[in-house]
C-alpha cells in the first residue's frame, strides 16, 4: 500500500480521542530527576476506538503503549539515569476549535503540571486550510504561557507535511529560543507509519514502532542538547 503523506488522509477525528475527564494523565514514581509535560493530539495518546479498529490507549498505532514516541523517549532517559515523571495531554479538542478557555479549563491541571520541559507535539487537528493565522496565534500564546512558568519548550513540526504550519514552528522556536525537533520527514516515509496494520487508513498514517522512535530519539537529542546532559 503506497500512501503519499497527505495531509488529508488522516481521517482520524479530533474530538472523543480521550474520555471526558481523561485527557491527561500523570505518570510519576518516587523520586524523579526531571518532569516533562507532553501536549499533543492522537499521536502522543488515543484511548481506544473500536470504530477505528483501535484497541490501544497510547500514542496510535504504536504496537504497545512502551513503543510510543513518550515512553520511548522516557525509556531512553532512563537509560541515562534520568529518572523522569511525566504528564501526557491530548489537546485535540483545543487544536481543532482553537479556544484558549479550555487551557484554564479542561487542561488547566495539566499545564500546570511542574514540569522541566514541555513538549508541544500539536497541530495535525488543526484548521490548518481556513484558519492558519488563528491557530498560530493560539499556539503562540499556549508556547509562550509555558514558557513563562519557567518549563523549557520543544516544539515540532508536523508528522504529515504541512509547509506554511511547519515553517512557521520552526521560525518561532528558532525567534524565542525553544527547541525544535523535524519529524515532517518521517510522515514521508511510509515505513514509518503503520501501512498494512490497520484496516483504517486515518489510523494506518499514524507513526508504526519505527516512526515512534524515531521521534523519540529526536526530542532525546533535543532535550539533552537544551539540559548540557
Not at 510519576?28 to 490507549?57: C, M
Not at 523517549?73 to 532512563?78: H, P
Not at 514541555?118 to 487537528?125: P, S, T
Not at 514552528?169 to 514521508?188: C, P, R, S, T
Request: aromatic residues 10%.
Amino acid at each position: 500500500m503506497d500512501v503519499s503523506n497527505d495531509y488529508s488522509l488522516n481521517s482520524v477525528p479530533a474530538m472523543g480521542q480521550t474520555g471526558d475527564g481523561e485527557s491527561f494523565l500523570i505518570c510519576e514514581d518516587g523520586d524523579v530527576k526531571l518532569r516533562i509535560l507532553f501536549l499533543g493530539n492522537s499521536i502522543t495518546r488515543h484511548a481506544a476506538a473500536p470504530q477505528l479498529g483501535w484497541y490501544g490507549d497510547w500514542g496510535m498505532a504504536a504496537s504497545a503503549r512502551q513503543s510510543d514516541y513518550v515512553h520511548r523517549l522516557v525509556a531512553l532517559l532512563n537509560g541515562i539515569g534520568i529518572k523522569c515523571g511525566y504528564c501526557i495531554a491530548n489537546l485535540s479538542e483545543w487544536e481543532r476549535c482553537c479556544d484558549d478557555s479550555l487551557l484554564c479549563g479542561r487542561y488547566g491541571r495539566a499545564l500546570s503540571y511542574h514540569a522541566d520541559v514541555a513538549v508541544i507535539r500539536l497541530g495535525e487537528n488543526a484548521p490548518l486550510s481556513d484558519k492558519l493565522a488563528q491557530f498560530e496565534k493560539c499556539y503562540v500564546c499556549l508556547a509562550e504561557k509555558l514558557a513563562a512558568d519557567g518549563k523549557i519548550v520543544i516544539c515540532t513540526d508536523l508528522f504529515w507535511k504541512h509547509a506554511a504550519f511547519d515553517k512557521f514552528v520552526k521560525n518561532l522556536a528558532e525567534e524565542k529560543n525553544y527547541g525544535f525537533v523535524q519529524i515532517y520527514d518521517l510522515g514521508n516515509d511510509d515505513s514509518m507509519k503503520a501501512v498494512g496494520r490497520f484496516e483504517n487508513v486515518g489510523v494506518a498514517v499514524h507513526p508504526g514502532d519505527k516512526g515512534m522512535d524515531q521521534i523519540a530519539h529526536r526530542l532525546f537529542s533535543a532535550i539533552k542538547q537544551k539540559l548540557r546532559f
